[in-house]
């Protein structure tokens, strides 16, 4: 009769930290004007807490090298992993309501605990996403270098990959 398919758009977005209203709004008015069912897919990132633990040994003990050595037990890192793991949980239920809010249709969000550009691409593979935005801080150096999440995911995609800076929550 006369009712057609509408035709789907998949957009993968991989974001650093919660999506602030501003980010959410600058996100879906790239595609209100496609006739397409635009449907966002979100990836969050899930900070990796031995590796925050190595960080903060490594700058700890630059000043100190003859102080011991203080080895966090097995306990404490799991309570990190918990900690971080809760963290990227709001964050994401927050960066979906802020999407939402804007009209826009949420597929699905995922928490990534791997390599964020592997999951980016994975899952543009998975939805046969038309595009793929990657939402971050500033990252100078390692966008200088080409070595940011957007420089790898765009030589490894066969698609659209733009990069947005993430708004500060106010």
């Given at each position: 009769m006369g009712t057609e398919l509408q035709e789907r758009y998949d957009v993968?977005?991989?974001?650093?930290?919660?999506?602030?209203?501003?980010?959410?709004?600058?996100?879906?008015?790239?595609?209100?004007?496609?006739?397409?069912v635009v449907v966002y897919h979100v990836?969050?990132?899930?900070?990796?807490?031995?590796?925050?633990?190595?960080?903060?040994?490594?700058?700890?003990?630059?000043?100190?090298?003859?102080?011991?050595?203080?080895?966090?037990?097995?306990?404490?890192?799991?309570?990190?992993r918990e900690e971080n793991r809760e963290r990227a949980e709001r964050e994401l239920a927050a960066t979906v309501a802020a999407l939402e809010a804007t009209g826009a249709t949420v597929g699905e969000g995922t928490i990534v605990a791997g390599p964020p550009v592997d999951a980016l691409i994975?899952?543009?593979?998975?939805?046969s996403g038309s595009e793929a935005i990657v939402l971050t801080r500033p990252?100078?150096?390692?966008?200088?270098?080409?070595?940011?999440?957007?420089?790898?995911?765009?030589?490894?995609?066969?698609?659209p990959v733009l990069h947005l800076l993430e708004h500060e929550p106010a």
């Open positions: 993968v977005l991989l974001v650093e930290q919660a999506l602030t209203a501003a980010d959410a709004a600058q996100v879906r008015a790239l595609h209100e004007s496609l006739d397409a990836l969050l990132p899930m900070a990796d807490a031995a590796a925050a633990v190595e960080a903060s040994l490594g700058v700890m003990g630059g000043a100190d090298l003859m102080a011991p050595a203080v080895t966090p037990s097995t306990a404490e890192i799991e309570a990190m994975a899952k543009v593979g998975e939805v990252h100078v150096v390692a966008e200088f270098f080409h070595v940011d999440w957007t420089s790898r995911a765009r030589r490894k995609l066969g698609v």
